[in-house]
């Protein structure tokens, strides 16, 4: 066991004026296994960047392991993948890198193949097997969910429970609940460390956000009251003070001097009061630090004249020759969430490309409704680029909804002046998410929408779904999204 340190850490980008990390303190065991959280561009990747010495920065940060980052780039991807893990790692056991490619299920024949010929999900699993063979490392695994099915995340997430030494930064609930022991988060004010899985920290995080919201009430109520106080000492101070060239009742002359000391005494105590009035406002400034704003989003979707939009009836789909999928079976009917499921390559984004019209070899029986509008969300984001009032202006829709939808998904104002290319790979799928939930249509149709999304926006979408019930078609392989929302599986 040993520590990373981190004190009084401060980072800004080059050009920026704004701290990403100010004056941050914590320490980490190298024996933990950390699951790392927080909204799109906080600074999550930034902070595995300065661990891997990427950045120059103010403060300290000191370890006695090394840093390996996962993805891990593969420079010759031709190579045989035995040969890439040779030039990962020179130094291993044959008998070690078999046993971490069995708890992965990954047979020992993807060693002679090229590793470009690996899939996604193999590739992860490969590198994941081989970064674990290097001794006195501490992995910092960047969110290796995304190209996983539900089962290969299971399976990932097993793997990693029997593993400890590393930085996990996932957006799946269920995938951190299964292989973490604590939660480093990066607040709205400050990183906040946690014993205990995603969940745990979830339970605190709410207590602690009504915490904040009770106190906020109690001190609005006090600060109401300290207000009239010192406003009333401030007349009572200012009536006495006009005494002094009066007379009293009885008709004797007025004692300047003791009605002056008197309406002075006031007057401080009026100035005391509001003081602590000061004090107060300051004081319900700091409240309400880490409340992460989830508004509700607020959709309407056009209504179809008749109930069911469409239908597949032992539907096959081909490239060229090669069978994709076979003898797939469903209706689609207003009102229906429906999750479509299966592995990797199991012909869901193929089915989602049939529905929205592209040009695809099937056989068996395929009916859409006619004049049936559509808006979909594809996986690609590489063609993002321009600001966002051009981007709306080009997609025909409303530039204040739009606009909306992303403040309300943790877009900052000055994000609205940015182009679209240096923005983050979740703040990109917010950009098509917010686009569809903008277009008047009358179906939604979502391939892996939440890839590199946030928790706690992924949360805002599942409110959203079930408040406004649009119909939509979805292929995503976080459990908990599709056991929220999903009304019916389709399992290819």
């Not at 539900?150 to 990932?156: G, S």
Request: hydrophobic content about 35%.
């Amino acid at each position: 066991m040993s520590l990373i340190k981190v004190a009084n850490l401060t980072f800004a980008h080059d050009g920026s004026f704004d701290h990403i990390f100010e004056n941050v303190s914590f320490q980490i065991d190298t024996d933990w296994k950390l699951g790392f959280t927080g909204r799109n561009g906080r600074g999550k990747t930034t902070f595995l960047n300065l661990l891997l010495g990427k950045y120059e920065y103010s403060g300290t940060i000191s370890a006695a392991v090394s840093f390996e980052y996962f993805p891990f780039h593969v420079d010759n991807k031709e190579h045989h993948t035995l040969d890439v893990i040779n030039e990962m790692i020179p130094d291993y056991q044959n008998w070690q890198l078999m046993r971490e490619l069995s708890l992965l299920q990954v047979s020992e024949d993807v060693l002679y193949r090229p590793f470009a010929t690996l899939s996604n999900g193999e590739q992860t699993k490969v590198l994941l097997a081989a970064l674990f063979l290097k001794e006195n490392s501490f992995l910092l695994i960047d969110e290796p969910t995304n190209h996983l099915d539900m089962a290969a995340r299971k399976l990932v997430s097993d793997y990693l429970g029997t593993k400890s030494g590393f930085i996990l930064v996932s957006h799946d609930r269920a995938f951190l609940d299964n292989c973490v022991d604590h939660i480093l988060s990066i607040n709205k004010t400050n990183i906040d460390i946690q014993k205990g899985n995603f969940s745990d920290w979830w339970e605190n995080k709410k207590r602690q956000d009504h915490f904040e919201l009770a106190e906020n009430e109690k001190l609005k109520k006090d600060i109401k009251r300290l207000s009239d106080a010192a406003r009333r000492t401030s007349i009572w101070s200012h009536e006495v003070e006009k005494t002094k060239n009066g007379t009293r009742n009885s008709g004797s002359k007025v004692d300047k001097g003791y009605i002056g000391h008197k309406a002075a005494k006031m007057m401080k105590r009026s100035k005391a009061i509001e003081q602590r009035q000061q004090a107060a406002i300051e004081e319900r400034s700091r409240l309400l630090k880490n409340i992460e704003t989830a508004d509700s989003l607020k959709i309407t979707q056009l209504p179809y004249h008749k109930n069911q939009l469409a239908e597949l009836k032992d539907v096959s789909i081909y490239y060229g020759k090669k069978l994709v999928c076979s003898d797939v079976s469903f209706t689609i009917e207003q009102g229906e969430r429906i999750a479509l499921s299966g592995k990797n390559g199991s012909g869901k984004t193929s089915i989602l490309k049939l529905l929205c019209g592209e040009n695809i070899d099937y056989t068996g029986t395929f009916n859409k409704g006619s004049q049936l509008k559509i808006s979909y969300v594809s996986q690609d984001t590489s063609h993002l680029q321009g600001n966002l009032k051009d981007y709306a202006r080009m997609n025909g829709i409303d530039e204040s909804l739009f606009k909306s939808l992303l403040r309300k998904l943790d877009f900052s104002r000055d994000q609205f002046e940015k182009d679209m290319a240096a923005f983050s790979g979740g703040q990109k799928k917010k950009v098509l998410i917010a686009k569809s939930l903008s277009e008047n249509v009358h179906l939604h149709i979502w391939d892996e929408p939440l890839n590199f999304i946030d928790v706690i926006s992924r949360m805002q979408i599942e409110e959203l779904l079930l408040e406004y019930a649009p119909t939509i078609l979805f292929v995503e392989h976080d459990s908990e999204f599709c056991k929220t929302i999903a009304t019916k599986t389709i399992e290819l």
